[in-house]
């Protein structure tokens, strides 16, 4: 059986080969679309920090203010408040805690930021009132997810095509939704939003360099993460599959004419005041 709507697991976990990923990501490569409405006095929640370098940029633009980082997994914040006392902030706080259910008053937050979090919880919609609870007045409740069906490359590869299927089938198993990015303005709605910017923007890797990154880190998160395990656990491949799909990955990397685009979709939504 699937798990329950408020029980949904993190399908990626925090292998060395995923951090590889989150450690890269920046204010401006994953929320350059919440950046204009910042203030330096503003109190901002965020929510699914991980390794918390997103969270770290944000303190450093509000330089008045506060930011929160939460994360489900107590372990990865020993690694975000790391981030955060590396670059000496003194703004940030990191703490152990469920979107579905945020330990803090009404009105606390002038922002409640999410970035690739919606996609792995088992009711969004949910999670999105809770974000707009804990959201003052006119503050923004700001949300960036991937949509994997979206995610296109060249050239065609039929390895990457089943790497494709089956982490979606994966993905959908642990109680998520991996095409989540053309899903956010309609869950928005559904959650009481009135108020809705929906945007869009893109990752895109095509240097020898990026090829190399970006096809490695997968390669390895095909077969070594909780999410290989999740994969052969719950019988949606072998490991002999998984190993031909990290050999796609591979191959993909070599190629001089690579290219490979993620799709995110994006929702900047204003609380009523």
């Given at each position: 059986?699937?798990?329950?709507?408020?029980?949904?697991?993190?399908?990626?976990?925090?292998?060395?080969?995923?951090?590889?990923?989150h450690t890269w990501r920046t204010a401006a490569n994953s929320a350059a679309?919440?950046?204009?409405?910042?203030?330096?006095?503003?109190?901002?929640?965020?929510?699914?920090?991980?390794?918390?370098?997103?969270?770290?940029?944000?303190?450093?633009?509000?330089?008045?203010?506060?930011?929160?980082?939460?994360?489900?997994?107590?372990?990865?914040?020993?690694?975000?408040?790391?981030?955060?006392?590396?670059?000496?902030?003194?703004?940030?706080?990191?703490?152990?805690?469920?979107?579905?259910?945020?330990?803090?008053?009404?009105?606390?937050?002038?922002?409640?930021?999410?970035?690739?979090?919606?996609?792995?919880?088992?009711?969004?919609?949910?999670?999105?009132?809770?974000?707009?609870?804990?959201?003052?007045?006119?503050?923004?409740?700001?949300?960036?997810?991937?949509?994997?069906?979206?995610?296109?490359?060249?050239p065609l590869s039929p390895g990457l095509d089943d790497w494709?299927?089956?982490?979606?089938?994966?993905?959908?198993?642990?109680?998520?939704?991996?095409?989540?990015?053309?899903?956010?303005?309609?869950?928005?709605?559904?959650?009481?939003?009135?108020?809705?910017?929906?945007?869009?923007?893109?990752?895109?890797?095509?240097?020898?360099?990026?090829?190399?990154?970006?096809?490695?880190?997968?390669?390895?998160?095909?077969?070594?993460?909780?999410?290989?395990?999740?994969?052969?656990?719950?019988?949606?491949?072998?490991?002999?599959?998984?190993?031909?799909?990290?050999?796609?990955?591979?191959?993909?990397?070599?190629?001089?004419?690579?290219?490979?685009?993620?799709?995110?979709?994006?929702?900047?939504?204003?609380?009523?005041?």
């Amino acid at each position: 059986m699937p798990p329950s709507r408020e029980t949904a697991v993190y399908t990626h976990g925090h292998h060395e080969s995923v951090l590889r990923s989150h450690t890269w990501r920046t204010a401006a490569n994953s929320a350059a679309y919440l950046l204009g409405v910042l203030t330096p006095g503003m109190r901002i929640l965020d929510v699914g920090c991980g390794p918390g370098t997103i969270t770290a940029d944000l303190a450093g633009l509000v330089p008045d203010g506060h930011v929160t980082g939460l994360d489900r997994a107590p372990g990865i914040l020993e690694q975000a408040g790391a981030t955060a006392a590396g670059r000496g902030l003194t703004n940030t706080a990191f703490a152990v805690g469920d979107v579905h259910a945020l330990d803090f008053p009404d009105d606390t937050f002038s922002v409640v930021h999410a970035h690739q979090v919606l996609q792995h919880v088992g009711d969004p919609v949910r999670a999105l009132r809770e974000m707009m609870r804990v959201t003052r007045p006119g503050g923004f409740v700001a949300v960036r997810d991937a949509d994997y069906a979206a995610m296109t490359w060249y050239p065609l590869s039929p390895g990457l095509d089943d790497w494709l299927d089956l982490y979606r089938r994966v993905a959908r198993a642990n109680g998520g939704e991996p095409d989540a990015g053309r899903r956010l303005k309609s869950w928005a709605l559904t959650a009481g939003f009135t108020d809705i910017t929906a945007t869009s923007a893109t990752w895109t890797y095509s240097t020898a360099e990026e090829r190399a990154w970006w096809s490695s880190l997968w390669a390895d998160r095909t077969v070594a993460s909780d999410y290989a395990e999740r994969a052969t656990g719950q019988g949606h491949a072998t490991g002999g599959q998984l190993r031909a799909a990290a050999a796609a990955w591979r191959e993909w990397g070599t190629r001089e004419d690579g290219w490979f685009s993620v799709l995110h979709g994006e929702i900047l939504c204003r609380k009523d005041a």
